[in-house]
């Protein structure tokens, strides 16, 4: 009797968990591709300095590109992105893949990194719907450097406020050398957000509109955010018809280099690219046939690039960067102060440990540039003269909080599995 209750308890409970995630899947219609706009708007909220900068850094930009465009220096350059994937799930016992689990496959992660680099390199044979002649190769790629996996018994994040939360359950790895990106189930329906770069140099003539501390503060939520069911393609964890080929990605990474939605986030504003045509608004819909779509913006009729990755559309509606998104992009990461270090770290072949520290003397935070050989982890922990530790050891970390130390001589120690390099500095 007793085996017979528990049978119609284990019975009621798989019906009722049946029940539960069929709630949980929201209809394609009502999901919403992406929640940067709507993040940055926040991250604005509370630091109202940041419009001004913004403004600021998008003078540089269009500079930046006018620059490159008539020196065509750098042309031809492909710059490889190290990627770290973080996936945030509710597995207690750690198991991997199937259906409605956030702790998804190494293959679900690995089809991601295929994707971006199918997207951004536009290769011959890529599963985009159209050919349009204006899609370029960006000469941007994607390595993935390894996967962290962390359970937690939250059931779901917000794309909109939970970046900080999310980075303090798995760190970022150093956001001047990789792009982090998490991966865990997000709610508001929401598929993705992203952080968008600054650009500006916090000098004397932008002074007031950031510190080093919100530098700092900005360099631990540095990346991405996808919900698990939109994170790559042919995955039983893949629930959606329509953004079901890992698109979110290659859009939020889009944000995450710089570009801006095609219809500029308002009625026939601009993205700031020329050869994108200018669209009454975003192309939010589940027609997966790719109907054309027109605009009338100020009284010229365009059809909209409903197939470029920085619309909504569906995945297998997009296929397209255009020039001129290659050429802000580039010029986003040769502008942003971590964007730009990613590129040079990544260039570095040497088997040895190299770690710079600045502002040296240093008041409030300290910014380390760490290169590890391999892409090892490493830890950092500073010492006083005495050889006593007084800050602990951080995890890939690019910054350090030093202003509670009394003024004099420190040491800055990294360490990694095989190799350890100690640096001095000042507090001032
Ligand atoms: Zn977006």
């Known amino acids: 009797m007793k085996n017979r209750s528990n049978r119609l308890l284990a019975l009621l409970l798989m019906v009722l968990g049946t029940a539960a995630i069929s ?53 031809d350059e492909i710059i490889t992105i190290p990627v770290v994937v973080h996936l945030i799930h509710g597995q207690e016992n750690q198991r991997i893949g ?17 994707v971006l680099n199918e997207d951004y390199g536009n290769t011959s044979g890529y599963k985009g719907f159209y050919t349009d002649s204006l899609g370029v190769d960006t000469g941007i790629r994607f390595k993935l450097v390894t996967i962290v996996r962390t359970y937690n018994a939250k059931s779901q994040f917000s794309p909109v406020s939970d970046a900080d939360e999310l980075a303090e359950i798995s760190p970022a790895w150093s956001t001047n050398r990789y792009l982090n990106i998490w991966v865990c189930r997000l709610n508001d329906r929401y598929l993705g957000t992203s952080q968008f770069p600054i650009v500006t140099k916090i000098t004397s003539q932008t002074a007031g509109l950031g510190t080093e501390e919100d530098e700092a503060k900005d360099a631990l939520t540095d990346g991405v955010i996808i919900d698990f069911r939109y994170f790559g393609r042919n995955s039983d964890a893949i629930t959606s018809r329509i953004y079901n080929l890992g698109r979110t990605t290659t859009h939020e990474v889009g944000h995450w280099l710089g ?48 197939e470029n990755y920085m619309d909504y559309s569906p995945d297998i509606c997009m296929s397209m960067f255009t020039n001129d998104q290659k050429e802000r992009m580039h010029a986003v990461m040769e502008l942003s102060k971590r964007r730009a270090k990613l590129v040079e770290l990544s260039k570095i072949t040497t088997e040895e440990l190299i770690v710079n520290l600045y502002p040296n003397p240093v008041q409030e935070v300290l910014f380390s540039d760490v290169y590890t050989p391999n892409f090892e982890v490493f830890t950092a922990s500073v010492y006083n003269q005495k050889g006593q530790k007084v800050i602990g050891e951080a995890l890939n970390r690019t910054s350090l909080n030093v202003k509670n130390l009394p003024s004099g001589i420190y040491f800055y120690k990294v360490q990694t599995a095989s190799r350890t390099l100690t640096k001095r500095f000042y507090v001032r």
């Open 23 to 75: 709630i949980a899947q929201v209809p394609d219609a009502e999901l919403t591709r992406c929640a940067s706009t709507e993040r940055d708007s926040l991250r604005v909220l509370k630091n109202p300095a940041l419009l001004r900068l913004r403004q600021h850094s998008e003078e540089l930009i269009q500079n930046q590109v006018r620059l490159r465009k008539a020196s065509r220096i750098n042309a």
């Open 259 to 306: 570009l801006i939605h095609i219809w500029g986030d308002q009625n026939c504003g601009t993205d700031y690219c020329a050869d994108t045509p200018t669209a009454f608004t975003k192309n939010e819909t589940t027609d997966t046939d790719c109907t054309p779509v027109f605009s009338n913006c100020r009284g010229v009729n365009t059809r909209n690039m409903i």
């Open 98 to 114: 199937g259906a409605n689990n956030a702790n998804i496959t190494d293959a679900q992660v690995a089809s991601q990194i295929e």
